[in-house]
Structures are given as C-alpha cells and as structure tokens.
C-alpha cells in the first residue's frame, strides 16, 4: 500500500491492549479446513484486525455481532492475507502477533497469505527501508541475515502463500537491494529467500508483487525477475493510483501470465462505499473524480467493482485470485485526537460496522 497510508497506519498502536478472546464477536469455533479443490484464491487483507480489536472495534453481520473472520468465510473468502515486520514499534504486524493471527485465521478455516515486507515498516515502491538491526551489514552478511529470516517465518508461521517482498518495483532492502542501482544483489537476495521457502517448505507458493498494472512497467519488472524461483506474480491495483482502465488490468494479467508462464493474482484492490469519512482523519479516495466510470461511490458500486476485478481474474488463462485490502480498517479514535482511518470509506464494513454487499464477491461463483 502507498506511503500516505503508512504515516497513519502505525498510529494509535499505544492503546491499551485486549486479547482477541476478550472481543465478545472474536472467531473462536475451529470448522473444517479449506476445501483442496477450491483453488481460486478469494482474499482479505486482514493485517490492521489485531489493532482494531485491541481498540475494542466490534463487527457486525446483519445487525449481529460476528467475527471478521466468520463473516469472511460464511462469505465465501477462503484466504487471509498478512503483513509482516520484522521488528515494529510496539510489536504491531510482528512475527509474534502475525503468527497468532495467522493460527486463528487457520482455525476459522482460511489459508493464510504472509507479505515479508523485510523491513520493521511500510515497504512499497517508495520506500524500502532495510530493518534497524540490519541497516550496517554488509552485503553477504545481509543476505545471510534475509536467509536466517525467512527460515524463522517458514519454521513459525508456515504460510500458504509467501509474498518475497512488498511491492518491490524497485527491489527492497536499500539501498544494497536497489533494483536499479544493485540490480545483481537484489535478485541474489530474493533468490536467497525464495531458495529457503523452496527447501522448508515446497508446497508453499512464493509470490513477486508489484505495484501497478501498466504493461510496460510490469514488462520490464518481470523480466528482471526471471532468474528467480517463484509460482505467483502479484499486482496491486488501485485505480486512484493506477489508472481506471479495467481492460488494462485484464490485458496485463494476460499479457504476464502468457510470457512468464505464472499465474496472475490481483494481490490488493479496494473501492469506496461513500466519499463521506467516519472519523477526524482524511481519507485516501474522496472526491468523485478518482472514482472509476460506472462504478459510483456506493455499496452497489462497490460491490460491483470487486465483483469485476474478480471475473476479470477468474477468466483469465492465467487468473489465480485475488485479495481486498483494508477491508477491516474502520474508523476509529485511539490515544491521540490526530488519529484515525484513511481508509474506511473502503472498507468491508459500513460506517456503523456492518458487513457491506461488496462481502458477495468472496462468493464461489
């Protein structure tokens, strides 16, 4: 997710924290686990969950208290996606609260989705900041640190999907791991943890995500990743920030998919209910002109938006799936009086945290 995102995202995170047993609509019952042959991935970030119910937010479907997770899955959502930090402020999207979410995702019967950002903050195109602790290694020292990394994760979490890096358009870890500048060192960093997923875990699919649907750009990304070992290529796509053509978005998934020989996944979208904010911060999408013709800023419109990108994906050759992010990012006020969601127009839930019609696109069919 972009970087307007992350100055707010890691704020009000010094709330007095409560289990996620303490939630009185927490996803607790264990049901079966995912069906093997449903193999078209329908995903939610879920990422911000534990922070929103440490600040005691509760979720609602049809009026009824629900757990997110429950909700999702009675939906038809079969993956939770994840972020990962390697050492947060306050443990916040830490390898000790993602592996307690990713066990409760499991027990609600959900595959789980790790994006490593390999940073201890938001890593995207802009900004790829190498973890504190590693910032002075030099470059074999680095790599052997990503190694012993990726193998904790493999060992602790054990996902289902791997994402190696957040959208890494211009490669992670800099600047030793700067695609343009040391463009050998980073493709031996992610050959280096892509190797340790493929030793600990072979059935694990490892993904490369870049922000963008453009077909130039992913062009020139994917071929410089070619060397590397990995099943999925992940895009994000955001109309706000690339561009409102949705014939783009399935001309590039084919496009890939068809020269690389990878499935295609969709790895973050979102779309706005309402232009209208629920708390004193601002949010990302709201105004009419960054909204997609024929898409209104409604729960239909919604609705209807991810239900696209998501046949968009699904008749696709090359479609794998695809995953909604900041769906559970409601509005919410922590210790200080700056602080809030940019994203709750664009979430699951409505203003008075009610799953939304847009839940009907996690649906099978």
Same mark, same amino acid.
Request: proline share 4%; aromatic share 10%.
């Given at each position: 997710?972009?970087?307007?995102?992350?100055?707010?995202?890691?704020?009000?995170?010094?709330?007095?924290?409560?289990?996620?047993?303490?939630?009185?609509?927490?996803?607790?019952?264990?049901?079966?686990?995912?069906?093997?042959?449903?193999?078209?991935?329908?995903?939610?970030?879920?990422?911000?969950?534990?922070?929103?119910?440490?600040?005691?937010?509760?979720?609602?479907?049809?009026?009824?208290?629900?757990?997110?997770?429950?909700?999702?899955?009675?939906?038809?959502?079969?993956?939770?996606?994840?972020?990962?930090?390697?050492?947060?402020?306050?443990?916040?999207?830490?390898?000790?609260?993602?592996? $307690?979410?990713? $066990?409760?995702?499991?027990?609600?019967?959900?595959?789980?989705?790790?994006?490593?950002?390999?940073?201890?903050?938001?890593?995207?195109?802009?900004?790829?900041?190498?973890?504190?602790?590693?910032?002075?290694?030099?470059?074999?020292?680095?790599?052997?640190?990503?190694?012993?990394?990726?193998?904790?994760?493999?060992?602790?979490?054990?996902?289902?999907?791997?994402?190696?890096?957040?959208?890494?358009?211009?490669?992670?870890?800099?600047?030793?791991?700067?695609?343009?500048?040391?463009?050998?060192?980073?493709?031996?960093?992610?050959?280096?943890?892509?190797?340790?997923?493929?030793?600990?875990?072979?059935?694990?699919?490892?993904?490369?995500?870049?922000?963008?649907?453009?077909?130039?750009?992913?062009?020139?990304?994917?071929?410089?990743?070619?060397?590397?070992?990995?099943?999925?290529?992940?895009?994000?796509?955001?109309?706000?920030?690339?561009?409102?053509?949705?014939?783009?978005?399935?001309?590039?998934?084919?496009?890939?998919?068809?020269?690389?020989?990878?499935?295609?996944?969709?790895?973050?979208?979102?779309?706005?209910?309402?232009?209208?904010?629920?708390? $004193?911060?601002?949010?990302?999408?709201?105004?009419?002109?960054?909204?997609?013709?024929?898409?209104?800023?409604?729960?239909?419109?919604?609705?209807?938006?991810?239900?696209?990108?998501?046949?968009?994906?699904?008749?696709?050759?090359?479609?794998?799936?695809?995953?909604?992010?900041?769906?559970?990012?409601?509005?919410?006020?922590?210790?200080?009086?700056?602080?809030?969601?940019?994203?709750?127009?664009?979430?699951?839930?409505?203003?008075?945290?009610?799953?939304?019609?847009?839940?009907?696109?996690?649906?099978?069919?």
């Amino acid at each position: 997710m972009k970087k307007y995102i992350k100055i707010l995202g890691v704020i009000a995170i010094t709330a007095i924290q409560f289990s996620c047993s303490s939630n009185d609509n927490a996803d607790t019952e264990p049901v079966n686990p995912p069906d093997v042959s449903d193999t078209f991935i329908r995903a939610s970030d879920v990422s911000f969950l534990p922070q929103m119910e440490s600040l005691g937010t509760k979720f609602y479907s049809n009026g009824k208290a629900e757990g997110m997770f429950t909700t999702l899955r009675n939906a038809g959502c079969n993956t939770v996606r994840i972020r990962l930090w390697k050492k947060p402020v306050n443990g916040r999207s830490g390898l000790s609260e993602v592996k $307690q979410l990713a $066990q409760k995702a499991r027990q609600a019967g959900l595959r789980v989705w790790l994006t490593v950002h390999y940073s201890d903050d938001w890593a995207d195109p802009g900004v790829q900041t190498t973890p504190e602790e590693w910032k002075n290694l030099n470059f074999a020292d680095l790599k052997s640190a990503v190694t012993s990394y990726t193998s904790t994760i493999i060992s602790e979490i054990n996902p289902d999907i791997i994402q190696i890096g957040n959208e890494i358009n211009s490669g992670l870890l800099w600047p030793q791991g700067n695609l343009i500048s040391n463009e050998k060192q980073c493709i031996e960093i992610l050959s280096a943890a892509s190797a340790v997923v493929r030793s600990k875990a072979p059935n694990t699919k490892i993904m490369i995500h870049y922000a963008g649907v453009s077909g130039g750009g992913t062009d020139w990304f994917f071929t410089k990743m070619k060397s590397i070992d990995y099943d999925y290529i992940g895009l994000s796509y955001y109309p706000v920030w690339h561009g409102k053509d949705l014939n783009e978005v399935k001309n590039t998934i084919d496009a890939l998919g068809k020269k690389f020989s990878k499935k295609v996944l969709i790895a973050e979208t979102a779309y706005p209910f309402t232009l209208l904010h629920n708390d $004193q911060t601002n949010n990302i999408v709201g105004t009419s002109d960054q909204l997609v013709p024929g898409y209104p800023a409604t729960p239909a419109g919604q609705r209807t938006f991810v239900m696209d990108i998501k046949n968009i994906v699904k008749t696709s050759q090359y479609g794998q799936g695809f995953a909604y992010w900041g769906g559970e990012w409601v509005a919410f006020k922590g210790p200080q009086s700056t602080t809030g969601s940019t994203f709750e127009n664009q979430a699951l839930y409505s203003f008075d945290n009610n799953a939304l019609s847009v839940m009907q696109a996690f649906s099978k069919d």
